[in-house]
Nanobody, 123 residues
Framework: QVQLVESGGGLVQTGGSLRLSCAAS????????MGWFRQAPGKEREFVAA????????YYADSVKGRFTVSRDNANNTVYLQMNSLKPEDTADYYC????????????????WGQGTQVTVSS
């Protein structure tokens, strides 16, 4: 098991930026594919972005493509989500997740989850 702790959420105006971090501890970070998901009030959790361990291939939801960037620092056991040009519809709790064999967009494939960090974008 790997423990995940997100940070970096907050309140930002439309058009602003935030960088979320997800720090991993416990079992080695190596080998885990990492994903970011979000859940807005009254809505289901949805895929945002993911990055594979070995190839560092990235995946994005259409709604964030071109605005968000996922990256990872394996030496420091951290994955990041840089969010630019934020919109009110990006308001949600953001979760990072880790998994071995995953379809990147499938939440059910990730076995380890953080507690979430709240992002609020004001209009």
């Amino acid at each position: 098991q790997v423990q995940l702790v997100e940070s970096g959420g907050g309140l930002v105006q439309t058009g602003g930026s935030l960088r979320l971090s997800c720090a991993a501890s416990g079992r080695t970070f190596s080998g885990y594919n990492m994903g970011w998901f979000r859940q807005a009030p009254g809505k289901e959790r949805e895929f945002v972005a993911a990055i594979r361990w070995r190839t560092r291939t990235t995946y994005y939801a259409d709604s964030v493509k071109g605005r968000f960037t996922v990256s990872r620092d394996n030496a420091n056991n951290t994955v990041y989500l840089q969010m630019n040009s934020l919109k009110p519809e990006d308001t949600a709790d953001y979760y990072c997740a880790a998994g071995w064999l995953v379809t990147p967009t499938s939440a059910r494939d990730y076995g380890n989850w953080g507690q979430g960090t709240q992002v609020t974008v004001s209009s």
